[in-house]
């Protein structure tokens, strides 16, 4: 008590470590409001962190960043000959996110995940949104990720998205609003556990003060997760649920190898698996073994060669027809492609209306739908304004920055525009939200503009939400783009306990 | 168990034993060319023998000529054992096993034991080994020891004792097996061979190869002091208490299988490669009363290698997947 009192005291916001921080004009900081006054949640943790000296911080930076490298927390560059690894950028300045914030948060990604998960099922049955009008079939069915020959299969369990992780951003008035839904197979999960093991280590006394929700759960929650969706023939005392990984050259096999780890689960590759009788099992040194759940990080494309790539040796000959008998549960589903998609984004809204009778509670990003002749021609008339992006990328890649173009650069979206419309949306930029972050080169805090990935796990028994997530942070001076490829590192996301 | 799992954790457990045992025999080599006054040839050439490099050298280096300087050229044959990537046994090679296949498997490996690994592998990459090597020798095998005796360590103190530690140390035992083998079988031959020399130089040579063995201690314990061909050549391949003998690894080595597959679990895989352990660890017992002389060790210690070598590869071809189990 005594403690807490001459903490808060000592020294005010926007001095110490942040003395002189310069916010970014029309955008939103997330810790800092008006005049350089931290926001009033965060208020106590922005004043012990302001106590934080220059030179520790550049200290503790580095010895984390050590810390990273000698764990192997890394993800292989592709490319390389040499196999060379690097560490995610991160920076270990926390990202706050108030309670009542978090709570709006939650309740919005459950309802839009029950909303997907239902508009999935619908899809790949009886497809009545589709005859409602309520979502353009030509959309639907034309998607690159829907795959007709599922129509009609049962995932077991009745769970489709399993794991998802929805991104999300803030804009100039600090309204928070989906971006996109990662379906497939979303990564980075990983880091928001190991980046909490290092703000612990780096800022115990900040820690211990600010109530922050805990995130090392997140395994147990997976498993069970998995668990829970086993074919209804495997008792859950011997389920048998394995991580699949496409081996150690991916970029994200430390967070495949580490999911297994922290769930005592084996992480296998597919030639470990073979499809017998419709069953799937496992070659062990006892022979074979029967799995019941795969959490599989490959992509679909190369889960099974007689289904989806003739050409391809990779995968499970068989895995499907063994799904498709309700052998052998997959994390996430097959199929789920066709609702992540960025041109069938603008409509979950419907879809939440339609399938739930509820008001959404997250807003969206305005957006153009360029099979749409009306959007198209506004989009193509203000291209130097607006976003655009390919449906079917993601990384940052396949995408223009209007405001930051060349006329080259737009002439030739212009035209792929124009040559594939399906293919394209476009949205205004928006003021991505800021934060403080620590700049190494400079010896100083800065803002630079954040994202957040929640992740949210669906059961049998419904969605829930991590408290937590990976804030990922653009941390090029001036840039928008938070990807990991393209620039962008993470932090830490704390999410407060109520006051 | 995974057999591909099974595969890297016995591999991950040769490398380990492969590297510590290189950095051992050259810190010892080291060691015994500032003791012995002995040509330099006659210290640095059983170091690429015992390795199994020596045609891999002359190829590269020596040519057919048997006096070329490269033999007793003791930097050159350094180099050559721990940092050239194209030697399969050098150090660099081994770490790198070492590290790649407990990456593969990083999910079974325990957290501390994996630092422990990778921690070694950075440091090789970088700068601070090489200025180690190039200014305290002594200090840079001494890294790689402890770093290896660390991980094996923390192998068995971190990680649950079932299956895949079972692996990883029949890997160890059996790479053991072969390196106490090989190392014996050379310096027994080229040391019996010379004679004439001075008592003095014969038992630093002794000691030399018992330090390169991490046995020097135990064996004076054993003899009481008294250093004798006969009793060294015994000791490696007969004590059951010395962990690095001959007996003791191979009987350990059939333990270490009968626990992951039961002898009297006919329905299993890997009946076989038990049963040729236990073929090969009844016969090493049973030679340990026989006299020692110079022709019967080699016989012995080649025939101990040959059927190493087939066990490893039945033991493959049985349990890690070599050939896919059939379905049920």
Known sequence: MVQSQSQSQSQGPGSGLFEGYPPLAGTYDEMFGDGGVARAPFARVAALLAKVAPDELARSQALAETALLHQGVTFSVYGDARGTEKIFPFCLLPRLIAADDFRRLERGLQQRLRALGMFLDDIYGDQKILAAGVVPAEMILGAAGYRPMLRGVKPPGGVRIHISGVDLIRDADGTWRVLEDNLRTPSGVSYVVENRMLSKRMFPRVFDTARVHRVDHYPTRLAETLRSVAPTDASSGDCNAVVLTPGTYNSAYFEHSFLARTMGL??????????????????????????????????????????????????????????????????????????????????????IEFYLSETPILEQVPTYVCLFDDDRKYVLEHLDQMVVKAVDEAGGYGMLMGPQSTAEERDEFRRRIEAEPRRYIAQHRIELSSCPTWISERGAVEPRRVDLRPYILTSREGPWVLPGGLTRVALKRGSYVVNSSQGGGSKDTWVMKDA | ??????????????????????????????????????????????????????????????????????????????????????????????????????????????????????????????????LTYAQHREGFYQHVRRATQLTLGLLRSTMLHDEPLDFMWLGVLLERINQTARMLDVHHYAFTQASGRHEVVETALWLSLLRALSGSEAYLKRAAGRISSEGVARFLMSEPAFPRSIAYCVHSAYSRLCDIRPPDSHDLPGGASLERLRVLDAWVGARRTEPVSATGVHELLTHVVDEVHDICETIGRELLGATPAPAS
């Not at chain 2, 000529?65 to 044959?77: I, K, N, R, S, T």
């Open chain 1, 266 to 351: 084996e992480l296998v590759q597919a030639p470990d698996l073979f499809v017998d009788g419709d069953k799937v099992y496992c070659r062990t040194t006892r022979g074979p073994r029967r799995v019941d759940v795969i959490y599989r990080r490959t992509d679909e494309a190369f889960l099974d060669p007689e289904v989806f790539r003739p050409d391809s040796m990779l995968g499970v000959p068989g895995l499907m027809r063994a799904y498709a008998a309700g052998n052998v549960a997959l994390a996430n589903a097959p199929g789920n492609g066709v609702a992540d998609d960025k041109a069938v984004y603008p409509f979950v809204p419907d879809m």
């Open chain 2, 1 to 130: 168990m995974i057999s591909r799992v099974a595969d890297h954790c016995f591999w991950f457990g040769r490398y380990i034993e492969r590297a510590e045992a290189t950095a051992r025999m050259l810190a010892a080599s080291v060691s015994l060319a500032l003791d012995a006054e002995l040509p330099a040839a006659q210290v640095w050439r059983p170091v690429i023998v015992v390795s199994g490099e020596e045609s891999r050298f002359r190829n590269r280096i020596a040519g057919d000529d048997d006096d070329h300087p490269a033999w007793g050229d003791a930097e050159l044959v350094q180099r050559f054992m721990v940092w050239d990537e194209d030697s399969v046994v050098s150090l660099t090679r081994s770490i790198q096993g070492m590290r790649w296949n407990a990456r593969s498997i990083r999910e079974v490996v325990s957290h501390e034991a994996w630092e422990a690994v990778n921690e070694l592998h950075l440091w090789m990459r970088d700068d601070a080994s090489h």
